[in-house]
């Protein structure tokens, strides 16, 4: 069964743009969350879909939002990028609500 | 945000050395995972627990549930090169967080061959 996949692997925008970042989960899975990694901050929870609904969120401005399609892949956008938005961004994907999450590889962003 | 507080944040060992890290929390948690992150990867799950108290085994892997649901430990027996790499916990708490996963900082791993 092919793992969680993220694409693009790498990107480099510049400050003001929006960008999208794209996530598909492990077949059978249909719960997808998003998380930030940066080395200041760490892991940090950014949202989580379940059926197309955003069952939760975490501390971020308004610029990061995502949604869930009917298959169950997930978008994010950050819009307006700003410098300190370059991190790697994860996607996790599980069978269910509260069952263990398997990570994808990430997208690194650049933000100059 | 929130996160646990996991040491050591680095070890150099030699191989064939066993490994012990841990988690620390102020709040409790009704499942512990444990993840390892190789450079420029997502982080791998290595072990879940959903129990206080349980003591799970993943090969050279061995990792506790807390009894106060406070912390975790992960030991690793016998290392390896390949043992390389950050490995961090995560805590899971679903009447206080949902789903979400607070990670710890990561404990830098390296193995002297």
């Known amino acids: 069964k092919a793992g969680v996949t993220q694409t693009p692997r790498y990107l480099i925008k510049t400050r003001g743009q929006q960008v999208t970042l794209s996530c598909s989960p492990i077949s059978g899975h249909r719960s997808v969350s998003w998380y930030q990694q940066t080395p200041g901050q760490g892991l940090q929870f950014l949202f989580e879909y379940f059926s197309e609904t955003q069952r939760n969120k975490g501390n971020f401005p308004g610029r990061f939002s995502g949604r869930q399609f009917s298959n169950s892949r997930s978008e994010m956008n950050v819009s307006t990028l700003e410098l300190g938005d370059s991190a790697l961004y994860l996607c996790a994907s599980s069978q269910g609500i509260w069952d263990e999450q398997y990570f994808g590889p990430g997208t690194r962003l650049t933000v100059t | 945000g929130q996160q646990l507080n996991q040491s050591p944040q680095s070890m150099f060992i030699q191989e064939g050395e066993d490994v012990s890290m841990n988690c620390t929390s102020s709040?409790?948690?009704?499942?512990w995972l444990w993840y390892k992150q190789d450079p420029g990867e997502g982080p791998v799950l290595l072990i879940a627990?959903?129990?206080?108290?349980e003591l799970t085994s993943n090969g050279r892997l061995t990792a506790q549930f807390g009894i106060t649901r406070k912390d975790s430990f992960l030991n690793i027996s016998a290392s390896i090169p390949s043992d390389v790499g950050i490995y961090f916990c995560?805590?899971?708490?679903?009447?206080?967080?949902?789903?979400?996963?607070?990670f710890g900082e990561g404990t830098q791993l390296t193995v002297n061959p």
């Open positions: 627990l959903y129990k206080a108290g």
């Open positions: 709040s409790i948690f009704n499942t």
């Open positions: 995560a805590g899971q708490h679903e009447e206080t967080s949902g789903s979400r996963l607070t």
